[in-house]
Every structure is written in structure tokens, then in C-alpha cells.
């Protein structure tokens, strides 16, 4: 990721700032709090103390922390278990972010939250850009959607960063999935006909501090001009199949990984409860222009997790 520096952070010295991270223990929380150690005095919130299907526990938590910045990385991310369990995934995807976004506009914090190419429905040729219409296929996507549609409407200091395809060195992931079922099967049917980009925990950590860095230093102007939705992903784009297969060209000689056949196939010959957007690239150009910040192309971003693998093996 390249990034401008910020030149100060007006009003704050970085030691005064009180971070609240919530979803510590998700993929992408982890390299948050792991990449704002240091910005200021972090309270990295996992599921224990910030269930974010229990209201009242949410609204008490951010009225003692006080933060100057919310960084929401808890999600309900089960995409296939959210077709039977829609509630749940609205109350903690759509309803959980609007009371953070209420309390948030309270107490004068920049509230970054995150969401998911799966809000479209994959059927236009191109990259999405954030003004096209969203229609998710699944509910996931519906839940996800609902949550930006309500943190924009309640308003304030607020950035929504959609992403695609996460992935990282821990958790639950297609990278480490591809990996384990190498070692248990003999051959691996994996899908073709969905593109997107696979973008790391690292990068997106990496951007998310680069930018609120700008925004506390006014870099960026007034909130009114950089407040809203972004598409944030790694540069490029590839099918499951072709990352799988990236992925076995590197994890053989760094992993010591004997890469079984891969065989391409259609996602209508994989079905799952949840359907998924056969296009899902989105186009990074606003990120770009407004904040001059730009996440890795997915086949360096791949090589650093995958080295991050190979060092702790
Ligand atoms: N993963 C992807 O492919 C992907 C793609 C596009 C967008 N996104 C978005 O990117 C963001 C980060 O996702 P991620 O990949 O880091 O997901 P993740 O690894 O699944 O982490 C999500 C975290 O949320 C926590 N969580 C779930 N229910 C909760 C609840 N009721 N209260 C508090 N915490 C709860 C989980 O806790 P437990 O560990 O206790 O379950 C988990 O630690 C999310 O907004 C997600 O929607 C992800």
C-alpha cells in the first residue's frame, strides 16, 4: 500500500487518542489493533465484551471508552449460515452499526466501518463503483447493506470501506481452507465463473490507518468532503480458481505444500444456500482520488501472507 503522510494530527497528539476496535479477534481486527498500537491508547473489543447483538452492553462500552475513532470490524460473516439465521445476521450487520453511528455522532467520534462486495449483484460486465445500484443476492449482503444505509443515515464523522474476499495469515479464509484441504484431499473442485479481488487483512489495516492519520491531521478537509462510502480492495482481479491457483504456485516451495489437481468448475455445479455475485470487482478510483491511498495488487499481497505463513511454519 502507498500512502500520503500526514504532516501533524491537528488537535491531538497521537498518545491522546482513544481507539476503540471492535471485532478484535476477526481477521481484519486483529491487523487493525496490531497496526494502531502506538496511534494512540487502543481498547481492542472482542465478542465477550462487545456482543454486538446486545444493545445496551454496545451503547455502555463506547459511553466509558469515549473514542475519538470507532473501528468497527465485527460482522456476522457467515455467509451460507446467515440464509437461516436472518435475524441474527441483521442484528449484528445492519442494526449493531447504526447504534455505534448514533453513539458515535454523540460523542464526536470518527466511526470506520466496514463492508462487502456481496451488496451487488455481480451482473454488471465492469468494476462497481460506489453510485451504482446495490442488489444483493444473498442475506448477508442484505444485512450489510442495511447497516451502510443506516450509518449513512444517522450521519456525522463516518467512513464505510467495502471490501472483497478477505483474507490473512489467521482465521477463517479461503487462503488457509485451500491450504488444509490440500493436505486432505486428492484433487480440489474449485469455481471460475466468480471474479473479485482477494485483498488481505494487512492492506486494509494498512489504509484504514493511513487515512483516519489524514483525516485527524485535516488533511482531507472537512468532514463534509470526505465522509461517506469507499470501495477498498487490492488492485487486480481473478477468478476462485485462478487464486487457488496462485496460491499453490507459491505455498508448494514456501509451505513445502504438494498441490493437489485443481479442477475449474461452474458455481451452479457447487451449490450453496447463499448465492454469490459472479462479478464482484470493485473499482478503487474514489479511495484513490480522494485520499491518494492505494492497496497492493492482490499477487504481492498474497506473497507477503503467504511469507507470513512460511516464517511462523
Ligand atoms: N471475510 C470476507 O471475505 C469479507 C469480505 C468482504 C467484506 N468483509 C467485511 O470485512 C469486515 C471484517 O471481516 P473479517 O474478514 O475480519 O471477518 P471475521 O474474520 O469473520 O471477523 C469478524 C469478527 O466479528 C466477530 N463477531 C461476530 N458476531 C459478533 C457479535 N455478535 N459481537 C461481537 N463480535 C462478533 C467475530 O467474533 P467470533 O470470532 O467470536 O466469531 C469475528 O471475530 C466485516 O465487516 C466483513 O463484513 C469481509
Redesign the pocket.
Given at each position: 500500500m502507498s500512502e500520503r503522510r500526514p504532516k501533524n494530527l491537528a488537535g491531538n497528539s497521537p498518545g491522546s487518542l482513544r481507539i476503540l476496535i471492535?471485532?478484535?479477534?476477526?481477521?481484519?481486527?486483529?491487523?487493525l489493533a496490531h497496526n494502531f498500537a502506538g496511534f494512540g491508547t487502543v481498547t481492542a473489543?472482542?465478542?465477550?465484551t462487545?456482543?454486538?447483538?446486545?444493545p445496551d452492553q454496545l451503547r455502555a462500552l463506547v459511553r466509558s471508552v469515549q473514542p475519538n475513532v470507532l473501528l468497527?470490524?465485527?460482522?456476522?460473516?457467515?455467509?451460507d449460515r446467515a440464509e437461516s439465521e436472518p435475524e441474527?445476521a441483521h442484528?449484528?450487520?445492519a442494526e449493531?452499526p447504526r447504534i455505534l453511528a448514533e453513539e458515535c455522532l454523540r460523542c464526536g467520534a470518527l466511526f470506520v466501518?466496514?463492508?462487502?462486495?456481496?451488496v451487488f449483484d455481480g451482473r454488471k460486465p465492469g468494476p462497481w463503483v460506489e453510485t451504482d445500484a446495490p442488489n444483493p443476492l444473498n442475506v448477508?449482503g442484505a444485512s450489510?447493506l442495511a447497516?451502510e444505509q443506516a450509518v449513512e443515515k444517522i450521519g456525522g464523522r463516518v467512513l464505510i470501506?467495502?471490501?472483497?474476499?478477505?483474507?490473512?495469515p489467521?482465521?477463517?479464509?479461503?487462503l488457509l481452507t485451500m491450504l488444509r484441504l490440500a493436505r486432505e484431499r486428492t484433487s480440489l473442485s474449485i469455481v471460475d465463473n466468480q471474479t473479485g479481488a482477494p485483498?488481505t487483512?494487512m492492506e486494509?489495516a494498512r489504509a484504514t490507518r493511513a487515512i483516519v492519520s489524514g483525516v485527524l491531521a485535516s488533511q482531507f478537509g472537512a468532514p463534509q468532503e470526505w465522509r461517506g462510502l469507499y470501495h477498498m480492495t487490492c488492485a487486480g482481479a481473478v477468478s476462485w480458481f485462478g487464486f487457488a491457483q496462485a496460491i499453490f504456485a507459491r505455498a508448494s516451495a514456501l509451505l513445502s505444500i504438494k498441490p493437489p489437481p485443481l479442477i475449474p468448475i461452474a458455481s451452479e455445479n457447487y451449490p450453496t444456500p447463499a448465492a454469490r455475485p459472479h462479478n464482484s470487482v470493485l473499482s478503487n478510483n474514489k479511495l484513490h482520488a480522494r485520499f491518494a491511498v492505494h492497496l497492493a495488487p492482490w499477487q504481492s499481497a498474497l506473497e507477503e501472507v503467504l511469507q507470513a505463513l512460511a516464517a511462523t511454519s
Open positions: 471492535l471485532g478484535a479477534a476477526g481477521q481484519l481486527g486483529r491487523e473489543a472482542a465478542r465477550a462487545a456482543d454486538l447483538a446486545a468497527n470490524a465485527a460482522a456476522y460473516t457467515a455467509v441474527l442484528a449484528i450487520n449493531a466501518h466496514y463492508s462487502t462486495d456481496y448477508y450489510k447497516g470501506f467495502r471490501t472483497s474476499w478477505v483474507y490473512g489467521h482465521g477463517r479464509n479461503f485483498t487483512s486494509i
